[in-house]
């Protein structure tokens, strides 16, 4: 009676945490947001201010992070659980995950520059970012399609198997799509942690306000909306307008999770009737 209690006073506690934070946001955010500040690239002469730039490089890291990881992470996976045959090496991978999960960012950033800023060539460009985040976030795609890998029961496999399957037909057609919730779970959360981060990318991708397409975009520096955030409020500040960004990224936020939480329900519906099942 009493530990029910006590859970249910931190339950309240943290909701009302949850809850105060999002409203104060909101409400200190929401009245600075404007189709101006969206739409418009800022003016240092006329002292304008807009985000469009900040949006797109956003959307440009997110893309090329996304386009590098999910190769990496998913085929990672499916090696450790359905290829590899030494329990110890698998061990050892998962273990070095594990580790670099929980490395704090800013160490990612200083390594993310010195290798792949200066080492590479690359020097302070939205690319070197991505490079960056796709280490940081390699481990969280390759943890959750490896747990997501291993529900699929071993009897589906058998079955292929005893249907005459080779190896990779049978994780195309049978493991793949009984999983495929998970992976994509852990992609929407990989979105979720690019849009969030700025440490690292103080360090890599700079914080120009500079509108540019994706390809030259890529290869010069830039400011997403985080380390926008942290400028007009540290350097500038334009509290106002910090504000403002930090409402867009807890909508963005809010939308990503709520998207992983109906996508994780429909592929689960969809494996529930067999779908994907068929070799």
């Given amino acids: 009676m009493v530990m029910g209690a006590l859970m249910g006073i931190c339950a309240g506690i ?3 945490l949850v809850l105060f934070l999002i409203g104060y946001v909101l409400w200190r955010g929401l009245p600075n947001v404007s189709w101006e500040l969206l739409t418009t690239k800022p003016s240092y002469l006329s002292g304008h201010i807009g985000i469009l ?6 959307v440009y890291i997110v893309a090329a992070t996304l386009i590098l990881v999910l190769p990496l992470g998913v085929g990672a996976a499916i090696y450790l659980t359905e290829y590899a045959g030494n329990k110890k090496l698998v061990d050892m991978i998962e273990y070095a995950a594990e580790t670099l ?9 200083l390594v993310g520059m010195l290798f792949f800023c200066q080492f590479f060539g690359m020097k302070t460009s939205l690319l070197a970012g991505a490079f960056t985040l796709v280490i940081m976030n390699l481990p969280t795609v390759m943890r959750t399609t490896q747990e997501s890998l291993k529900t699929v029961p071993q009897s589906y496999r058998e079955g292929a198997f005893g249907l005459g399957a080779g190896k ?8 793949l799509p009984g999983c495929v919730d998970g992976i994509v779970t852990g992609c929407i959360l990989s979105v979720g942690r690019i849009l969030g981060e700025s440490a690292a ?4 991708a700079g914080f120009a306000h500079a509108l540019n397409g994706i390809f030259e975009g890529l290869g010069s520096p830039g400011a997403t909306l985080t380390v926008a955030l942290y400028i007009y409020a540290k350097e500038n500040g334009e509290f106002g ?6 409402a867009i990224l807890m909508i963005l936020t809010m939308l990503i999770n709520l998207s992983a939480v ?4 429909y592929f689960q519906k969809r494996a529930e009737k067999g779908d994907g099942k068929t070799i």
């Fill in 168 to 175: 990779w037909r049978v994780i195309y057609t049978v493991v």
């Fill in 53 to 58: 730039p900040d949006i797109l490089n956003t």
């Fill in 201 to 204: 990318l103080l360090f890599t």
């Fill in 241 to 246: 307008i910090a504000f403002a960004i930090a």
């Fill in 14 to 16: 943290t909701c009302a």
């Fill in 262 to 265: 109906l996508a994780g329900r």
């Fill in 101 to 109: 999960s929980g490395i704090p960012s800013i160490i990612y950033g």
